[in-house]
């Protein structure tokens, strides 16, 4: 067998299927895997067995039968083949991180009922079916733990032949959960909910019957930790997927700061990144959520920190080179979409250091191009798979002028 051996898996494709030497492709394979000419493959040594009895059929994974090394290398290679197709070549690509199994804090899950029986799980690939979840290998088992006892609760609440979004958070008190797509009707159904809140410990339960969402149970007020300060936390605001990758992404940011100098961070949410960094420096926070930046405005005066949080919609209201030039670093977090207008207003500022975290390697790269034509640089990038073994791959830049 050789690098150039025909039949061989080589790597694995942006979707996760493998592709030989000659450019076929071929599902749920693994590098080294021999691709036969009747369609089926002979394992090679990258193959393992996968964790979860549910894969492949369950669509929260994608990549179960591949060792660590080829996870890492799908990992790093999704970043750098994005950035390589828009013509971006980074100085440094660092080694990624990923997360561990069964790490997962913040899912959002169907279910679904048809008689007494109720499914809750992802969808299966390619599908709308759901898979019944009996185990999670990536799932935080305070998360996971709360799904059979889930089942009792929605044959009060969930109507025959309804379907329901279960969306779950690990936040500072324990577990958010908000139920999406129930009814609640009748007394044993109302008292249904406080026992379930009670007997599982929850930190709160939100119900959206459709007209919004209402609180049912919140013993203490609802808070997630950034920076070492508590910000109120609406029901399913937006989480790094995992505790480990919020502190890779952070570090990277870090320690890419000047030592001084006020810093701006753009589509700033709760403050992951503002308070992180500005305990000892002002920052200016941007977020186009009203509910979001408020949290993260009251959440700074109790702290003290010299934060202005501002609702600004920076897709229909970025920051001018103007304003940009006050500042010794910007940090910028957007959707996956990514974030032209604003990029292209960076792009004409002055600031030394921009870091662009990324939940979408093609967006980065495509901002990514328009940065370095207006004159940075990408001086480093690291890889981060924050939703270990699937084809979701996150990232930070560190562009510099």
Known sequence: MTD???????????????????????????????????????????????????????????????????????????????????????????????????????????????????????AEAGSHRLIDLQMCAVLDPRLFALLAPLRGLLRLILPDKRAAHVRMSLIDQGVDLLLEGVKVEGLAADEGLGDFARANGLARLTIDEGDGPQTRWEPEAATMTFGGVQVAFPPFSFLQATPDGEAALVAMVRDAMPETGAVADLFCGLGTFALALGAARPVYAAEGARDVVLALKLAGQRAQRRMVADHRDLFRRPLTPEELNRFAAVVID????????????????????????????????????????????????????????????????????
């Open 4 to 122: 150039t051996d025909p039949d061989i898996i080589i790597r694995i494709a942006a979707k996760g299927d493998g592709i030989t030497a000659d450019g076929r492709h071929a599902a749920l394979t693994a590098p080294g895997d021999r691709l036969c000419a009747d369609g089926t493959t002979i394992a090679g040594p990258h193959r393992v067995e996968p964790p979860c009895v549910h894969f492949p059929t369950c669509g929260g994974c994608e990549l179960q039968h591949v060792d660590e090394a080829s996870l890492a290398d799908f990992v790093t290679g999704r970043v750098v083949g994005a950035l390589a197709g828009q013509g971006v070549e980074a100085k440094t690509v660092l080694p990624p991180h990923i997360s561990p199994p069964m790490t997962r804090r913040r899912a959002s899950l169907r279910a679904t009922r048809a008689g007494k029986t109720i499914t809750i799980g992802f």
């Open 334 to 401: 957007p959707p996956r979409a990514g974030a032209r207008e604003q990029v292209m207003q960076l792009a004409q500022a002055s600031v030394p250091v921009i870091a662009y975290v990324s939940c979408n390697p093609a967006s980065f790269a495509r901002d990514a191009a328009h940065l370095l034509a207006g004159g940075y640089r990408l001086d480093q990038v690291r890889p981060v798979g924050q939703f270990r073994w699937s084809t979701h791959v996150e990232m930070v830049g560190i562009f510099r002028r």
